[in-house]
Each structure stands twice: as C-alpha cells, then as structure tokens.
C-alpha cells in the first residue's frame, strides 16, 4: 500500500498531466527518472550518519551523535565539544545538485516545448 501512495500514484499523475499537456514521452521519462533520483540521492545523503542495522558501523561510531539535514540533504556527526563534522564529501553533493538541476531544467524544457507546440 506505502509503494502505490508513495511511488506509484506521484510517477502515474505526472505521467498522465504530462500527457495531456502533450509533453513528449522521452522528456516525461527523463522528468521522472531524474525526480525520483533526486528523492533517492537526497535520502541517501541526509540518513548516511544515522546508525541503521548496524549501529557499530555507522560513520559517528561512538565519538559523536548522528545530526541530519534534509535540504540541502547532508549529514553530519556532532563531536563531544559541539562541533559539525559532515559525513558526506563534496562529490556526493555534487551529484546530487546535478541530479536536481537536470529536473528542473526538463521541466523548464517541457514548458518550451509545449509553447512551441502551440503556436
């Protein structure tokens, strides 16, 4: 039930809006695709220093406590004298800033080719 509410019915609404508006299939793809790596790169990213199934292996161990950021999405590990460390490099961020930009600039993209279209 979680995959349809949380995957399923977001990816179909837009597919289906985009047809309507007579968006190209292979720009839809690409709008999806690049979405949902988006959502995907940015959960990884701001979740990477909380201990999951295997607390002894997360990136703080037991020299500090785990603090997140959801946007920009990054992770860091509060030391024992309050200081930030993140656990993400710059070329993870990279990733997903590129990631992000290509989304919006497809749909900037649909939004010129619908124009184009209509006149």
């Not at 030391?79 to 993870?92: K, S």
Request: charged share 15%.
């Amino acid at each position: 039930m979680t995959v349809l509410v949380v995957f399923v019915m977001p990816t179909s609404m837009v597919w289906l809006l985009g047809r309507r508006a007579r968006i190209p299939r292979g720009l839809l793809v690409v709008f999806l695709l690049t979405g949902w790596l988006t959502v995907l790169i940015g959960i990884a990213l701001s979740q990477r220093a909380q201990p999951g199934l295997f607390p002894e292996m997360s990136p703080c161990g037991r020299h500090g406590s785990p603090v997140s950021q959801y946007f920009p999405p990054d992770s860091f590990c509060r030391g024992a004298e309050g200081e930030l460390r993140t656990v993400n490099g710059p070329d993870a961020k990279l990733v997903f800033w590129t990631v992000a930009n290509t989304t919006v600039a497809t749909a900037i993209a649909a939004v010129f080719v619908r124009r184009r279209r209509r006149a």
